[in-house]
């Protein structure tokens, strides 16, 4: 897929993402963010270390917590993040994960330290 472009998914210039996590997870995780407006993203960083995120379009504030708040919720009852996870690498999958720095993830509470 080459680089991660903001407004690739939205068309907008500006999305809140949210979400965070370590390795890349599974077809479910996208459904639940499609249910919300939302999406889901696996990436593979220039180091190889598989992280992903959710995103939607930049709203403001009080949009963009509901979206993220009912797609956490979803996760939650899927399971969580743990139970999503995409324990193998897929090397089909693989060649769509996107690359992007690490510094670039904003707006999110549940980060992980990297």
């Keep these: ?30 459904q639940i963010a499609g249910r919300h407006g939302a999406w889901h993203v696996n990436y593979t960083d220039p180091h190889g270390q598989r992280r992903g995120w959710f995103a939607c379009p930049n ?7 509901a979206i993220a708040r009912a797609v956490m919720a979803d996760i939650d009852r899927a399971g969580g993040i743990e139970s999503l996870r995409r324990d ?22 549940r980060v992980p330290p990297l």
């Design 1 to 30: 897929m080459g680089e991660y472009r903001f407004g690739l998914h939205s068309g907008e210039v500006s999305e809140y993402l949210f979400g965070v996590h370590y390795g890349h997870l599974t077809a479910p995780a996208d």
């Design 88 to 109: 193998e690498r897929d090397p089909a999958a693989d060649r769509f994960c996107v690359n992007i720095e690490p510094s670039e993830i904003v707006n999110s509470d």
């Design 59 to 65: 709203r403001g504030a009080q949009f963009d917590q």
